[in-house]
């Protein structure tokens, strides 16, 4: 009796080992299918990537080049319909030198904002608000 009860368990416990062995390269199947698949689907988001930012730099060029670069400049310009151009004419014929009319807020044009801020009485902060731009505007 017990040698049948041995053979039993020799048998039941290989027959476990035999289900593992042929279950685990099936995992391991599965999974290698999943890391293929994951790496298709980043593939196929980084091309979506490269062509959205293909498209992002075609707008910004069409927009003079430095449309992004310009998100900079909300944080200068408070005033709702006012560009950099406009901003850096204003100084010019106000006196103050904002450096070339070119549309990029630089050193210069944020010298002479504040400059004029001084000049005007108005606290001396770099940022062009309603006040800024209204004595600009005179």
């Known amino acids: 009796m017990p040698r049948k009860i041995l053979f039993l368990s020799v048998l039941a416990f290989s027959l476990m080992l035999s289900a593992c062995a042929t279950t685990r390269p099936r995992q391991t199947g599965d999974l290698s299918a999943r890391v293929k698949e994951l790496e298709s689907q980043l593939a196929a988001k980084d091309q979506e990537v490269q062509d959205l930012q293909a498209q992002l730099d075609s707008?910004?060029?069409?927009?003079?080049?430095?449309?992004?670069?310009?998100?900079?400049?909300?944080?200068?310009?408070?005033?709702?319909?006012?560009?950099?151009?406009?901003?850096?004419?204003?100084?010019?014929?106000?006196?103050?030198?904002?450096?070339?009319?070119?549309?990029?807020?630089?050193?210069?044009?944020?010298?002479?904002?504040?400059?004029?801020?001084?000049?005007?009485?108005?606290?001396?902060?770099?940022?062009?608000?309603?006040?800024?731009?209204?004595?600009?505007?005179?």
Do not use: C, M
């Open 59 to 138: 707008v910004n060029q069409s927009l003079g080049g430095d449309f992004l670069k310009g998100e900079k400049t909300s944080t200068l310009i408070r005033v709702s319909g006012v560009t950099v151009k406009g901003l850096q004419k204003a100084l010019k014929k106000a006196g103050y030198d904002p450096g070339p009319v070119d549309g990029h807020i630089g050193r210069k044009t944020k010298k002479a904002v504040k400059a004029f801020q001084k000049g005007r009485g108005l606290r001396s902060d770099g940022v062009v608000g309603e006040k800024t731009w209204n004595l600009l505007n005179q």
